[in-house]
């Protein structure tokens, strides 16, 4: 695919299959390391990267009924990202829920709060991050909203963002733009390439880099 996509000409799922492998660190360098959703790591298997995009839910602190709700609704390529204000005293997310996730095809889970049934999540195949992990189970009994703007992790994240996780972390941004972005990121993998390659060469000098 060229790097020199004009704004807004790539499909969506063009642009979901291109960043599928654009490193968060890349990414965050090219947003002027501001976004990031700080605090969460991921409790799925290394290797598998969050691309998606955000299906937002806010539920109330140890409490998953929206989160059910959201499930409902979920379709390919949604990844469901949940502020559940950061409480970490009850999982909001279990392994019924994410079998049920796994068979609307979604791309992954973002909890701002706990997860539970963690050997599960480990050994499946879609991706998950949360702040921490307990055995506790939650409440269903609601308030909450869907697809309204929500804070995860610090950052303010949107319906219909871009959802980005790998092993360093998970951040997102508006799909306006993100075609830039995108180029901005391969052109940095391009350069930081051409550095490994002079470093292994024997030629590197540190005014190659900008860190």
């Known amino acids: 695919m060229a790097d020199h996509l004009t704004q807004e000409s790539m499909s969506d799922q063009e642009l ?9 660190a890349i990414i965050s360098d090219n947003l002027d390391r501001l976004p990031g959703m700080v605090g969460l ?6 290797g598998r990267q969050l691309v998606g995009r955000a299906l937002t839910v806010r539920v ?3 409490d998953n009924f ?26 909001i997310i279990g392994g019924i829920m994410l079998e049920i996730g796994k068979s609307r095809q979604i791309a992954g889970f973002v909890v701002d709060g706990a997860i539970r049934d963690v050997r599960e999540i480990f050994a499946g195949n879609l ?11 939650p409440y269903k009994n609601g308030p ?10 610090g950052q303010v ?4 963002d871009i959802v980005v996780g790998d ?26 390439e051409e550095i490994i390659a002079s470093i292994r060469a024997g030629t590197y000098t540190n005014s190659y880099a900008k860190s």
């Open 127 to 137: 991706p998950c991050y949360a702040r921490g992990c307990i055995h506790r189970g």
């Open 66 to 91: 929206f989160a059910h709700k959201a499930l409902d609704i979920a379709g390919p390529n949604d990844a469901i990202i949940i502020d559940a204000s950061g409480a970490t005293d009850r999982a």
């Open 41 to 46: 790591r991921p409790f799925h298997g290394s």
């Open 16 to 24: 979901l299959e291109a960043f599928a492998t654009a490193p968060t």
């Open 157 to 160: 994240v949107l319906p219909g």
């Open 144 to 153: 909450g909203t869907l697809n309204a703007p929500i804070t995860v992790g």
């Open 60 to 62: 109330a602190p140890g």
């Open 167 to 192: 092993e360093d972390g998970v951040l997102s941004f508006p799909r306006a733009g993100a075609e830039a972005l995108l180029d901005r990121v391969r052109a940095q993998e391009r350069k930081e």
